[in-house]
């Protein structure tokens, strides 16, 4: 669906995230996550990075809902995330750009302990479906490189 900025993503989902890649280093790929639910960016070093805060941001907003709990190796129990209230807009939030590029994500879905979504480059208004959080990091570390 496009709307007048020529914006294809749901710029009216509450978890739309801007991921601006400033530095690609060997594939190393760096930069920051900006969302409604906070003013400041948050910075990541790694797509490892990246993942591990998109999937605290979820777990903060209790959206998408996951459909299975995480598991881990060691005996401690998933603590949620801080609960995170709305400060800014949509809007507001998609008006940063990174260095390398820019990417809307919005993930509809966390099925099957992954994530289901959409991903839109914003520099080429190129907008691509993913199954997966390696879907998507291959989707956008090939669009960056």
């Not at 302990?113 to 998507?136: I, M, P, R, T």
């Amino acid at each position: 669906m496009s709307n007048s900025a020529g914006i294809q993503i749901a710029l009216y989902a509450p978890n739309l995230l801007n991921i601006c890649i400033d530095d690609n280093r060997d594939g190393f790929l760096s930069g920051r996550i900006y969302h409604c639910f906070t003013e400041e960016a948050w910075s990541f070093g790694t797509m490892v990075q990246l993942i591990e805060k998109m999937e605290y941001f979820f777990d903060s907003i209790n959206y998408p809902q996951a459909s299975t709990e995480t598991r881990m190796l060691s005996e401690n129990k998933t603590v949620r995330g801080e609960e995170l209230k709305k400060v800014k807009t949509q809007q507001d939030i998609i008006q940063h750009r990174g260095k390398k590029g820019t990417f809307y994500v919005h993930v509809r879905y966390r099925q099957n302990s992954s994530w289901q979504g959409q991903v839109e480059w914003a520099e080429k208004g190129v907008l691509k479906h993913f199954d997966s959080e390696l879907d998507l990091i291959k989707l956008i570390t090939g669009a960056v490189e």
